[in-house]
């Protein structure tokens, strides 16, 4: 009855601007829509492959100009998300950040998994999660498409797309621009663009950005601080136009080099390792202290080592008034090594890493048909080629791990405030943990604490290689002047291919003998000395079993092949007001998901996670008003899902897993209004009831998918004291949201090594406010701003559980707080 009320709320909310056509057709001038669609942010729109105004596109779009995203301060995709409905970016670091369309994450690190919302840069897949996250400065535009999108975006746009649109060289002028902003906490950005543009019609961009800040959560130990920023970003464009051809070749490259992830643990309070001495408290915006064990990875510091390339050429040939040849041929790598600290305290219990490298090459190959009548339509094909790694080392201190293992007990680490390290890795303290809590005789408790080593190292990867090959067609027939019918089909065939390897890199695990392997006389060979190089010993791993013979690879192939389509129906039922309604199916490629072996020196497990697919129905209105000064659009959605894949925890892995059914409706509303000469408003607002079905997780949230999500703005503008006067004040909502599909609850936690009884892996909800006040020349050739972001310093949580949730030791990450800073642009 709940959901029937919903549903008739949101179609009444479609009716009402459907009754609404009339007084569309009356008051639209379409003569004064260039004018007015600059001054409202709006974009020429071509997720469909063409040019088209925004109400003409019948999929829920939302699209900015770079102009618009400058005005609102927005440089990175957190940001970007905050002001588009349906859609949310988590960014813990460059490295690890989680794109949810529509509450459907994409944010697996494994080289063997495969996304379901594609992000596209000048018509180029970039969708790895770890190399994704992308500086948008020079932008032209940003369009985000939701619901299923294979047909127009490719097979990983199960759920939505997100399309970067660069500025191109521009061969009409000569063009500069430069930007410098300081504030508080180390804030820094530098951006320049110089165009320059040549008689033989060629035209050559280069455009930069620096952007750093200094981390925000303080190491209490005195060290710098967490989530710091430190980006450098550069691009190269180059056009060329030989008669009827067009050539634009697009170099990117960007380099991060971050501290560490501020992982605050709740469960212990900062501490001085040596003396015990309490530095702060467990409020996740506070100072922490974290630390990378000794010699990890050959001695790194906690952060992000991370490096993206792009190379990207876009050919369009004219055969005809109306025929079209286009071509996207592009190479892509990144490399990216973050070294973490997931235990949350300064006790080095575990230091983790992700070493991630990818490759990818891809051509494309379109004709578009148009001639102006009723039919126009596309056919492609599309060749894309991937290989990847993801490499995570861990180290262990086997002594702390043990005493860890003894919870929340007398004999355990004490809580909130753990003892110095002399106490914790007490040999006497050690025996007596052994003994009480593991029911070790006295006799051979002391030998086995003697081979506890206080370095354990272990290592696991997995591997993977695609080669997909797609064809795709995608028409429009008007069949009368007012009502089009659109479809498209995509086939992609695969060839897939997983490899997955685990180690451990020192010796044996003394501990993990006594876990996996508690034989007596294991137990007894444990407790004499040397243990640790005693070939009758299992050589047995902590944290992941190693594979035959201490690391081999395993690997497993498998082929797939699928159908996507989509059916779309739109009526005109004026110039400026557009009604639609379509039906769509959406994959995700079967998933060859890799795991350690379940006992010590076995073969690896694989296990393929059947195609996720989704069907899709949506239905939606958009139009202008006021002489096209007001732009509304809205849309209602339901999704079905089968074979919904989520990621489980193994240990300190995370494995993708069949969760079985899932569903999704909701709302998604956009207004945009031009009130009167001074004042451009703007809001969005977004319902989404994203609920697991089946399983043990049955009834639970999406992750990441707050039911609600509401944005408000308003720019002013107004020539005043000679020059021109700014004023751009934003306000972003989002209700509550869970960090896991689990949705922290109690009965999915209690279970294994390290249960974890406490719920509050969660962020309720929470708003930020942002203001900018600005002052310049009225042509815009030089303006000062003065700006604050996060004014009401709002304290709010970017992600919950991670790594130390396995360990029964969830940290959290906290959000950026107020910062204020001031700017100075100038122009030709």
Partial sequence: MRAFRTTTLLTASLLALAAAAPAFAADATPADNNEQNTSLGEVVITAQKRAQDPVEVPIAVTAYSGKFLEAIGVKAFDELSAFTPGFLVQNQSNNNSGFVMRGITSDSGSATDETRVSIYQDGVPISRSRGSYVELFD?????????????LFGRGALIGAVNLVQNKANPASFDWAAKAEGGTGGYLVGEAMVNFAFENGSALRIAA?????DGYVKDAAGGDAYNSTDTQAVRLAYHLEPGKLKLDVIGNYQVDDTSGTSFKSHTFNPTNPLTGAVLGNTDVASAATLSAGAGFEGGKPLGLDRKVYGLTALAEYEISDSLTLSSITATRAFHSNEVFDPDGTSLPILTFAEDAQGRQQSQELRLRYDAG??????????????????????????????????????????????????VLTNPTYLATVLQLGFGIPASIAPGIVSNLKPVHREEFANYGENTAYDVYADGTFKLTDKFEVTAGIRYTSEDRWAAYRSTVQNGRS??????????????FLAAQPNAVNNAALPIVGLIAQPTTNNGDTFSKSIDDSGLTWRLVGRYAASENLSLYASYARGRRPDVISASAPATALGEAR??????????????????????GRLYLSGSVFRYDYDNFATSFRQGAQVVTLNAGKAKAYGFEGEARLQAGEFWTLFGTYAYNHARL??????????????????????????????GKLTFTPTYTWRSKMFFDDDNDRSDLQSAGLFPDTQVDEFQNAYGLLNVRLGFGAVDDRWKVEAFVENLADEKYLKDAGNTGDSFGIPTFIAGKPRFMGVGVTFRR
Avoid at 376 to 401: C, K, M
Avoid at 404 to 409: H, K
Avoid at 606 to 627: I, P, Q, R, W
């Fill in 139 to 151: 932008m032209e535009r940003v369009e985000v498409a939701k619901g299923p999108q294979s047909t």
């Fill in 209 to 213: 950005r620096t952007r750093q800040n």
């Fill in 373 to 422: 009548g009723r039919f126009s339509g596309f056919v492609g094909a599309n060749y894309f080629h991937e290989t990847g790694s993801w490499r995570i080392p861990g180290q262990f201190d086997e002594r702390l791990v043990l005493a860890l293992l003894a919870g929340n007990t007398p004999l355990g680490i004490s809580r909130p405030n753990p003892q110095p390290l002399a």
């Fill in 510 to 523: 003394i501990l993990g003998i006594l876990l996996a392997a508690p034989t007596p006389t294991n137990l």
């Fill in 606 to 627: 694989f296990n393929v996670v059947a195609s996720e697919t989704v069907d899709s129905y949506e239905a939606g209105a958009k139009g202008k008003l006021l002489d």
């Fill in 693 to 722: 079905e089946s399983g043990l997780r049955a009834g639970n949230h999406f992750r990441l998918s707050p039911d609600q999500t509401f944005s408000v703005g308003a720019a002013f503008s107004r020539e005043a004291l000679g």
